[in-house]
């Protein structure tokens, strides 16, 4: 039997993004997560909410690899340096920092793709079966 979980405002992801002209803005969004696949027997639901709830909030405010409290690059080349920071450099801004203070982000998608292909990979990992869909709702 299929069936889905809604996880609504899961977490909320504070950044800032630099745009496709080089300009840098702030936001903050709602992260709202909809899990799909088969009903697992044990459990007697699709996956376990609160395992799952804590799953993806670890994955979203990682320290190194996660999207919350990051410069969101998608647009611009992130440069690594010799003292192990890098930078990035637009006609707008330059900004230096260490490498856990980026994400760069695939271009050819959305803000909720990234995400999405990012928690997909993630917690496929742990249920091999599921659907992920990511919503964000800016706050």
């Known amino acids: ?30 992260l709202d997560v909809l899990v799909s696949g088969d009903v697992e027997q044990h459990e007697q639901v699709v996956v376990d909410f609160s395992k799952c709830k804590h799953l993806i909030k670890d994955l979203v405010d990682d320290f190194n690899s996660g999207f919350d409290h990051k410069c969101w690059v998608a647009h611009h080349k992130l440069i ?3 003292n192990g920071n890098v930078k990035v450099e637009t006609p707008y801004l330059k ?17 909720e793709q990234n995400i999405q292909v990012y928690l997909t990979h993630h917690l496929q990992e742990i249920y091999p079966t599921i659907k992920v869909e990511v919503h964000l709702r800016p706050t």
């Open 1 to 30: 039997m299929k069936s889905t979980l809604f996880l609504r405002d899961l977490t909320c992801i504070d950044h800032a993004k630099i745009d496709s002209y080089g300009q840098l803005s702030g936001g903050s969004y709602n």
């Open 95 to 111: 900004l230096e920092g260490p490498p856990h203070l980026f994400r760069v982000l695939n271009q050819d998608m959305s803000e």
């Open 80 to 82: 690594e340096l010799p």
